[in-house]
């Protein structure tokens, strides 16, 4: 078993629609929560860090934590068919430690 | 300020060959991370180097190895590449206990195929 599964789409949406991206860990001792955005030929930029379970909101994107339930998620609304791209969850087990460990990542084309 | 950097861009290497990949970190940043991402997957944490010392390391064999410089760049060797090597290679660069895991900013990759 992955340490970290995410939803493999992938995803089409029209635009304007909310996109919903998930990713579940095995491993309760993950405690920083992060969302990654890679575009086709670039490398990931950070979109959303958490800690906390729970909701945090960022323009048009929120990061929803549940850490009882080891399940995290990402949505997108009022989507627009620039936030096509591969979206990956990652997560580390302390805030210095620069050891990510990356889902699989799903793959968001909206459509104009 | 310069964003990180890598080079070559794309790679074709023979089984059974060496490689060298090479990272320029972001200006300020000290803590090279190095991920292999294979073709539809997220990207493997290979090892860390914080002060020209490996500072972590991933599930990857001893062929894999790295070095940091004085000016925090950083290289990737791979020795005795095999057919399951062929995968993007990022680095990501970050300023040690200045901040939280997250702030590790990636360059764009080395494309890597082996044939």
């Known amino acids: 078993q992955k340490e970290v599964e995410q939803d493999p789409g992938p995803l089409s949406v029209p635009e304007g629609a909310i996109v919903s991206l998930n990713c579940t860990y095995s491993?309760?001792?993950?405690?920083?929560f992060m969302w990654y955005r890679q575009y086709s030929r670039k490398g990931p930029e950070l979109l959303m860090y958490?800690?906390?379970?729970g909701n945090k909101e960022d323009g048009r994107f929120t990061a929803q934590v549940d850490k009882s339930s080891k399940y995290i998620s990402l949505f997108i609304r009022d989507s627009q068919p620039s936030d096509s791209a591969t979206y990956l969850c990652?997560?580390?087990?302390?805030?210095?430690?620069?050891?990510?460990?990356f889902g699989a990542g799903t793959t968001v084309t909206v459509r104009a | 300020e310069t964003g990180v950097t890598q080079s070559p861009t794309h790679l074709i290497k023979t089984r059974g060959q060496q490689v060298t990949l090479r990272c320029s970190s972001q200006?300020?940043?000290?803590?090279v991370s190095w991920y292999q991402q294979a073709l539809g997957q997220g990207p493997q944490f290979i090892f860390q180097?914080?002060?020209?010392?490996?500072?972590g390391r991933g599930n990857f064999p001893p062929r894999f190895s790295g070095l940091q410089f004085p000016n925090y760049s950083s290289e990737l060797n791979v020795n005795a590449l095999e057919l399951d090597d062929s995968a993007l290679y990022l680095c990501?660069?970050?300023?040690?206990?200045?901040?939280?895991?997250?702030?590790?900013?990636f360059g764009p990759g080395t494309r890597l195929t082996v044939t």
């Open positions: 990652a997560m580390s087990f302390m805030s210095n430690d620069y050891k990510l460990s």
């Open positions: 491993n309760s001792a993950f405690q920083y």
């Open positions: 200006s300020g940043h000290n803590t």
């Open positions: 180097y914080y002060r020209e010392e490996e500072n």
């Open positions: 990501a660069s970050s300023l040690a206990f200045a901040g939280g895991a997250y702030e590790q900013y």
């Open positions: 958490t800690y906390s379970s």
